[in-house]
């Protein structure tokens, strides 16, 4: 059901959570978009461990043009690269083993602990961030390798894990204005976020009206003015203004792609479904409890927005009249 709900929709929402695991720290992914909901919680929240987690299953390694064109990649990390897509060793010097790592990254891919194996052979002097940047790069082009069709926009919150994935990024109005609800209340935060608020409006009576384009250049004219830090004389405002215009390409995406929803409230929704159970239960004792909460979780959020009773799913499973399709059968033709 994960799988086919990435691969039938142009956009992908997801949040996170905190969660637990036998009293560990644990991070839940809600990955979701108007068909599928699923839940996957692991021990980091980085990109890698980001991209893994669309793709629905331990993260790989490879080697292409979307790894060879991540922007972040110095000059010795892409030329280790390129060599390696090019099928030549990632060093004049390479043993017999980094020649065996090169190989499988460009046939048939490396699981993290041979992409790990392979960066220590192939650049033992390389700091953290060009390790971490050489992973995400790899990862990246490993996803692409693993789903038939990639969702073009992500919908996310401003965490920087969810940054360069897929080729667009809508970032939540919601959270965008969260903040500005929390600053010293005056004059200043009362009215960029009453005008903040307008502004949103607007861009959902667009996407859900006419589109006209030339409310579209009114809508990005007037974010400008709405969020100019000139207009402000308190600090924390103006602060906070900055930030918000630093991101304005990534708030309008929904005028660039209209079927994209310009808050992230579905997999909030689904967040609060994990938030109360672990309230109740206090997490899981152990990796298979937590894999149960994360399969039932998913089961129910997704058959929710299928509109069918998951008690009624259950039962037919149980007594295999088979009334329903099989789940991802059900996303793809929602």
Not at 48 to 74: Q, R, Y
Not at 75 to 99: F, I, Q, T, W, Y
């Amino acid at each position: 059901a994960h799988r086919a709900g990435m691969e039938n929709s142009p956009v992908v929402g997801i949040d996170g959570t905190h969660s637990t695991c036998d009293g560990e720290p644990m991070a839940c992914h809600i990955v979701g978009n108007e068909a599928f909901t699923s839940m996957t919680t692991t021990e980091r929240k980085d990109r890698v461990t980001v991209i893994g987690v669309l793709a629905g299953e331990p993260v790989g390694h490879c080697v292409g043009e979307h790894a060879l064109a991540h922007p972040d990649l110095g000059v010795a990390a892409r030329e280790v690269l390129r060599r390696v897509s090019n099928g030549e060793p990632a060093r004049e010097d390479a043993d017999a083993e980094l020649v065996e790592l090169c190989n499988e990254l460009r046939t048939k891919g490396l699981d993290a602990a041979k992409m790990d194996r392979f960066l220590a052979r192939a650049m033992p002097a390389a700091g953290v961030d060009t390790l971490r940047q050489m992973r995400e790069a790899t990862a990246g082009q490993w996803l692409r390798t693993i789903l038939a069709f990639l969702p073009l926009v992500m919908l996310a919150d401003g965490g920087t894990n969810y940054h360069g994935i897929l080729a667009f990024l809508q970032l939540c109005w919601m959270h965008m204005l969260r903040p500005f609800s929390l600053l010293a209340e005056n004059a200043d935060s009362t009215r960029v976020l009453n005008e903040g608020w307008v502004l949103y409006r607007r861009l959902c009576d667009w996407r859900d009206g006419l589109r006209d384009p030339l409310e579209a250049a009114a809508i990005g004219a007037d974010f400008d003015r709405v969020f100019d830090p000139q207009r402000y004389a308190d600090a924390s405002v103006q602060h906070q203004v900055n930030l918000t215009r630093t991101h304005k390409v990534e708030l309008l995406t929904v005028l660039r792609h209209p079927h994209t929803p310009a808050e992230n409230n579905g997999q909030e929704r689904a967040a609060k479904a994990r938030v109360r159970k672990r309230d109740i239960s206090f997490g899981p004792r152990s990796a298979r409890g937590l894999r149960a909460w994360d399969t039932m979780q998913s089961v129910v959020g997704a058959l929710r927005k299928l509109r069918i009773s998951p008690a009624a799913f259950i039962a037919d499973r149980v007594t295999r009249r088979r009334r329903f399709e099989r789940l991802d059968v059900l996303v793809k033709n929602e």
